[in-house]
């Protein structure tokens, strides 16, 4: 397994190409003209002039500084364009997700695979109930999609939340206090979670996912903040 | 009033007043109340433990069964229960505490404390048991599963008269089975350290007086040579405050670091508690950019300004030194809350709701007041330098002839002041909500969670522009004074400027990509950040332009700037890899947001500092610094500092959050970290340490230059602006004000009329009807 999704990398890559073309056009540019046009002897040569109280000669070149004005500009611009395509993909909602909803809370996770039970709007579906730490949730089919339990994360009982590989999720999230923010490792997401508002990521896991991963809070709520994990698996 | 009383009962007040708010917040967090009762006894009967009564403890024994039970006897001898106690129903009473085990009463004559420690009954009216008629007692103890135990044992002999009068009291302390090891608190040991900096700092100003004269040397003639700096407001010597006062926290800002770094060194550590933790890295945080970095700005500021644009000191002298004194102030606020235990855990975002709700410390208010004072500060000296700006350039010096740090320093002052308003804003109403109940951020009574991140990062982001934009003036003078060339693009690196300062406004959003706002704003904050590159790259091009045709000499403030261009240009690759919203989702709070605004900030603002103090130290203090140690501080330096740095991209990407008291390597049960994070973790505290030790050999360099190196000539490195103009040091006034210095060009240069800003500074300026700048 690796920390960050497809997504992520694949900008990643691109991003990591340029980011190496421009430090290495610059730390080219810096080492050959301090060491060309270094003073030989060390003695100062003042080659403009200088002298205190007067401003000195112009230097400059129009056309060298557009030109450093404009290639930036284009190659910013198709970053962006390249950056631009997957948060439609990001952002945009299966309406076959299936809703996972997200409690933020100082300093646990609450997660519940059903969240819409009892409602009108609740899907076809069957929920099983294990004593109170267990929950399945199977569709329509029968097939479970979702299941929560708890696992020992050094030595404390953490949420373990188990989603099925090549099936969408929505997961709606909220806070009962102050902000937290789950980061999902494997595939390099996070979104905070907000007292009275609800933020949503949608995520169809793959089947190179599969796995269990840590959850870590990364928005700094207070003192158990570094110990607020739980986990999630990806299951086939 | 205050005018009839002398000066040195004002500062006795004042010095009393001062060690009353540092001493009052750590007498309340006494974990058991002022009284600590284990600790100082029961005073009760008595203020000090008497050596006549003799208590004892029995029953324990010499090698311990973990978890048996054990019957413990207590008693004592002596006192006035034995020689005169009138009446024999009250004879005596005990207190035991155990720091591990059980105890438990076995019959009516003890009870079981609420702290877990026992005691006799009947010690007031309202408990009938007769505990307190005896001298013996007997308790049971169950040893704990592994280690031993420290008890304390306090008994009262009683006269039995019904008062406390005569009554006397002694105390005992026994151990069992084996003791830890005893362990530095990170409290202790932070404690200790920025006690040791400030003997250490008055120490080097002691000696530093001392060597100036060595003959003449007199404790008399100490004081009015003190005073006379924290008195002045001449604006040579606010700004050598202000440096003081920027390396002072920066060495206590790296302090905190490393003692957070040392709890990181390993996963799963326990050298700070999470509590120490989240209070440390909230004030390294805080120190860094408010205590450290904007001081040691304003003090370059304070210090180049008036003598590069040729006035004689800045526009309003004592205004000055009214910022600068705020400072110190704002420092004790947000420090008193730290060593109270109890000090600010908010990050220095200070996010709302956390920083408002019950389970943030205490000491975030004295955090937030602490701020207002600095927000103040920056406003009142940033007001100083416009006015300076606006009205003392030299005569001939038109806006486009102005230095270029100089122009760094008006637009990051322009920045601050559009930007430092909501932080202001923010602060106070966190400070009404923390003390008297209003609720702008009680998110159940309406609030808007977003709020506060809105208005943090809308100053937040400008205010990263306004430490680091000084820092490009310093590299922009340092660069081509060392190349012995003009400034490649004078005009482009102004433009630069404006342009960083303007687009600066509008990508603040890109610090809330995960905070659930509109998309539509995270949408245009993305395009607007990507733009902030244009202009930087400008300014880095143009930088390495100017060393063409040149004959570059290298020096140590040469270096440095060279080192700022690979660092600062890291800084600002990395940080084009956070607008693209689909990488920032899993690099948003990672350790890749660590490294790279610590390229930023200490890459591009710290180096650029360092290089400024190399370049105008002979300036400020007459003697050339000694180039080999600042060689030897370059070569530390910059190879630790980037060992510190880099491999937290690495970390980042492998998903290591920041602000967490430490980290998860993977397992067979879940992916977390890989298992090369401890080594690459390991090195990083390592490499803090010869970081912190590398910046040490500056201050050396420092005191030890300015009392013995080299004279310095007027202009040592052959530079044009007018700060080399008068003599190293500088006379006060900086500019003799009846003969100020007038700009000439090397070139045929045409006064033109002023433009439109320029008319419309004018305008503001100076009254039509006045006739002058002199009243």
């Known amino acids: 397994m690796e920390a960050g999704g497809e997504i992520f990398w694949y900008l990643f890559d691109i991003f990591n190409l340029w980011a190496v073309i421009v430090l290495v056009i610059v730390l080219v540019w810096m080492f050959h003209h301090s060491l060309r046009y270094r003073s030989k002897d060390g003695s100062d040569n003042n080659v403009d002039n200088f002298k205190p109280g007067v401003f000195p000669k112009e230097n400059d070149n129009l056309t060298m500084e557009l030109t450093w004005t404009i290639i930036p500009f284009i190659l910013i611009v198709y970053l962006t364009y390249i950056a631009w395509g997957p948060i439609d993909e990001m952002w945009t909602a299966d309406p076959d997700a299936h809703e996972i909803s997200v409690v933020g809370n100082q300093w646990y996770w609450e997660f519940d695979c059903d969240p819409m039970r009892g409602t009108a709007d609740a899907p076809e ?4 109930m294990e004593n109170r730490s267990a929950m399945m949730f199977y569709n329509e089919n029968g097939i479970l999609i979702c299941e929560l339990t708890t696992i020992e994360v050094e030595g404390q009982i953490k949420p373990l939340l188990r989603v099925k590989a090549e099936e969408s999720y929505n997961f709606a999230m909220t806070s009962n206090d102050v902000t937290h923010a789950p980061f999902f490792l494997d595939w390099g997401l996070k979104e905070d979670t907000q007292p009275g508002m609800e933020t949503r990521l949608y995520y169809t896991p793959s089947m190179d996912e599969v796995g269990s991963s840590l959850l870590m809070c990364t928005e700094y709520c207070g003192k158990d903040h570094g110990y607020m994990t739980a986990v999630v698996e990806v299951f086939e | 009033m205050i005018r009839s009383m002398n000066k040195p009962r004002s500062f006795g007040l004042l010095a009393i007043l001062l060690f009353a708010l540092v001493l009052a917040p750590s007498v309340q967090s006494y974990p058991t109340g002022i009284s600590g009762a284990q600790d100082g006894g029961c005073s009760c009967h008595g203020q000090t433990a008497s050596s006549e009564v003799v208590p004892s403890l029995e029953g324990l024994p010499t090698e311990l069964e973990p978890g048996a039970t054990y019957t413990l006897n207590i008693s004592f001898t002596g006192g006035p229960s034995f020689a005169e106690n009138a009446e024999p129903a009250a004879l005596g009473g005990f207190h035991l505490w155990a720091s591990a085990g059980v105890l438990a009463p076995v019959d009516g004559m003890v009870k079981t404390n609420s702290d877990g420690s026992v005691t006799h009954t009947g010690d007031d009216k309202d408990d009938t048991g007769m505990g307190n008629d005896q001298r013996e007692w007997q308790v049971e103890w169950t040893a704990p599963m592994e280690g031993g135990a420290k008890f304390t044992l306090h008994v009262n002999s009683v006269n039995g008269d019904g008062t406390n009068g005569g009554d006397l009291w002694g105390r005992l302390t026994a151990e069992v089975g084996p ?3 005893e362990q530095a608190s990170g409290l202790t040991v932070l404690a200790s350290a920025i006690l040791l900096m400030v003997v250490i700092t008055l120490g080097c100003v002691i000696w530093v007086f001392y060597r100036q004269d060595p003959e003449a040397f007199a404790w008399e003639r100490f004081w009015p040579w003190f005073s006379d700096y924290i008195t002045s407001t001449d604006h040579k010597k606010v700004g050598t405050l202000y440096m003081v006062n920027g390396l002072f926290f920066l060495g206590v800002g790296g302090l905190f670091a490393l003692i957070f770094r040392v709890q990181l060194a390993t996963p799963g550590n326990d050298f700070l508690t999470q509590d120490e933790y989240n209070q440390f890295f909230t004030m390294h945080g805080t120190t860094m950019i408010f205590l450290a970095a904007m001081p040691m700005i304003a003090g370059f500021a304070n210090w180049i300004v008036p003598l590069q644009i040729g006035a004689p000191d800045l526009a309003l002298p004592r205004l000055n030194a009214l910022a600068f004194w705020l400072n110190p102030a704002a420092a004790l606020l947000l420090f008193s809350g730290i060593f109270s235990g109890q000090g600010a855990d908010t990050g220095w975002t200070g996010y709302a709701p956390y920083i408002v709700s019950h389970t943030a410390h205490s000491g975030a208010t004295l955090w937030v007041a602490g701020q207002i004072l600095i927000v103040a500060s920056s406003t009142i000296s940033g007001i100083n330098f416009m006015t300076t700006f606006c009205t003392m350039r030299a005569p001939g ?31 106070i109403q966190v400070l009404l909500d923390r003390t008297i109940g209003t609720v702008f951020y009680e998110v159940a009574a309406g609030g808007d969670p977003l709020l506060w991140s809105h208005l943090f990062w809308y100053f937040g982001h400008p205010e990263v522009y306004v430490v680091v934009l000084p820092a490009f003036g310093v590299i922009s003078e340092v660069l081509s004074t060392s190349a012995r060339r003009t400034i490649f693009g004078y005009k482009s690196m102004v433009f630069a400027l404006a342009g960083i300062g303007i687009v600066g406004f509008i990508v603040y959003g890109h610090h809330m990509f995960t905070s659930g706002m509109s998309p539509v704003l995270r949408f245009v904050t993305m395009l607007t950040t990507m733009l902030v590159a244009v202009p930087t790259g400008i300014k880095i091009f143009n930088w390495l332009q100017t060393m063409h045709g040149g004959s570059l000499v290298y020096r140590t403030h040469t270096l440095w700037a060279l080192g700022f261009l690979v660092t600062f240009t890291l ?9 693209a919203v689909a990488m920032d989702l899993h690099l948003h709070e990672t350790y890749f947001v660590v490294a790279h605004f610590h390229y930023v900030f200490v890459g591009g603002i710290v180096f650029g500092l360092y290089s400024g103090i190399y370049y105008w130290f002979p300036k400020a203090t007459g003697r050339m610094m000694n180039e080999k140690v600042g060689i030897l501080h370059f070569m530390t330096g910059f190879i630790s500092y980037n060992l510190i740095f880099w491999p937290m991209h690495r970390l980042g990407i492998q998903g290591m959050p920041r602000r967490q008291h430490t980290y998860f390597i993977t397992t067979d049960e879940y992916f977390a970290l890989p298992p090369e994070a401890a080594d690459w973790n390991m090195l990083i505290t390592v490499a803090a340490f010869m970081f912190f030790a590398s910046n040490l050999i500056l201050v050396y360099n420092m005191i030890s230059s300015g009392l013995r190196g080299q004279k310095a000539p007027s202009d040592p490195w ?4 007018m700060e080399w103009l008068v003599s190293s040091p500088p006379p006060t006034p900086s500019h003799d004000p009846s003969d100020l210095p007038v700009l000439e060009f090397a070139e045929i240069h045409e006064d033109g009329e002023p433009g439109f800003f320029g008319r419309m500074i004018q305008w503001m300026m100076i009254p039509e009807d006045d006739g002058g700048e002199e009243e």
């Open chain 1, 125 to 128: 579906s069957s929920v099983e």
């Open chain 2, 179 to 181: 003791q830890p090891v």
């Open chain 2, 397 to 427: 010096m038109g806006w486009m002839q102005m230095p270029l740090f100089s122009w760094s320093m008006l637009i990051a002052t322009l920045m601050l002041f559009i930007s430092i308003p909501a932080f202001g804003i923010g602060l």
């Open chain 2, 571 to 579: 800084g600002g690759i990395s940080g084009m890899y956070f607008p």
């Open chain 2, 718 to 721: 052959g530079g044009w602006s």
